[in-house]
């Protein structure tokens, strides 16, 4: 893996979930090139193997554990393996999150005679699959945080960094309940910068753009690999007019876990998204 630039991790912990997605998987590879020992914890074990693998491939430590941001006995069992296995917990990165088509209306726009149509419309979205959208996303980062953070608090220093995105900024269509989720994704972050502002820990996060992802790929991307409607218009909103590739979001992961870089740092949220956020479509 090619890094914008090192910084010194030696001897450090990093706990990453989420760590067999497309983002997470990138952030555990590059904390391990320098050179943390990295828990990846996901709910699918194969992808998990495999990011191992390839962190240990390259010369790097890591080690995989099973486990669902929202069990929090999981959670804890994880955290004493972890502790035993390769150290108490310096850096935790909130990867885990998501969408649910449940919590997904069909239209962009409700309109007249809507609610009588064989589509899905606000009216109709699913209250179970809105409560997990918000669980898998909040409650994911609120759990971890205090399962892990309890190795953090009494440490010199510590970082964690959570994950939010542009629909923080602006709610996109179509997708209320996850715009929702990392809206409040955003606040908590601003919310634990100042509670844990008398400890070591720092707390951002970065709010990516669009990345094509195991998530998102069937949204952007037709059957014949030619970008979707929904991907012309996030294009056209995009001035560099793009989608981001993961390794982007490296120089702002690394600068936000240096010490020495952002020791001065904490309460932000950071756009990496090629411009859409400054976009105001004319």
């Not at 497309?22 to 090139?33: H, I, K, N, P, T």
Request: aromatic share 8%.
């Amino acid at each position: 893996m090619k890094l914008p630039f090192k910084i010194e991790l030696t001897g450090k912990t990093a706990v990453v979930t989420g760590a067999g997605g497309v983002l997470c998987s990138v952030f555990a590879e590059a904390l391990a090139a320098c050179g943390a020992k990295v828990a990846l914890l996901g709910r699918s074990q194969a992808p998990l193997v495999a990011v191992a693998e390839r962190i240990t491939e390259q010369g790097g430590t890591a080690k995989w554990y099973k486990c669902n941001v929202l069990d929090r006995a999981g959670l804890e069992e994880s955290r004493k393996k972890i502790n035993a296995e390769l150290g108490t917990c310096d850096i935790l990165i909130n990867g885990a999150g998501g969408n649910d088509s449940r919590a997904t209306t069909d239209k962009e726009y409700y309109e007249p005679g809507d609610a009588n149509a064989d589509i899905k419309s606000f009216f109709d979205l699913d209250d179970k699959g809105i409560e997990d959208v918000f669980n898998l996303n909040f409650l994911g980062t609120l759990l971890p945080t205090q399962v892990f953070a309890t190795d953090m608090a009494d440490k010199e220093s510590a970082v964690i960094i959570n994950i939010s995105s542009m629909n923080a900024f602006a709610p996109l269509t179509k997708i209320p309940a996850y715009s929702g989720a990392k809206a409040a994704i955003s606040n908590f972050t601003q919310w634990l910068a100042v509670h844990f502002s008398k400890t070591g820990i720092r707390v951002n996060a970065i709010a990516p753009g669009f990345f094509v992802t195991k998530q998102n790929r069937n949204m952007l991307f037709d059957e014949k690999g030619e970008p979707t409607a929904r991907a012309g218009k996030i294009l056209a909103a995009t001035p560099m007019s793009r989608f981001g590739e993961a390794e982007e979001l490296l120089g702002t992961l690394l600068w936000l876990v240096s010490e020495e870089a952002s020791g001065f740092v904490t309460g932000i949220v950071v756009p990496v998204d090629g411009g859409f956020s400054a976009y105001s479509g004319v």
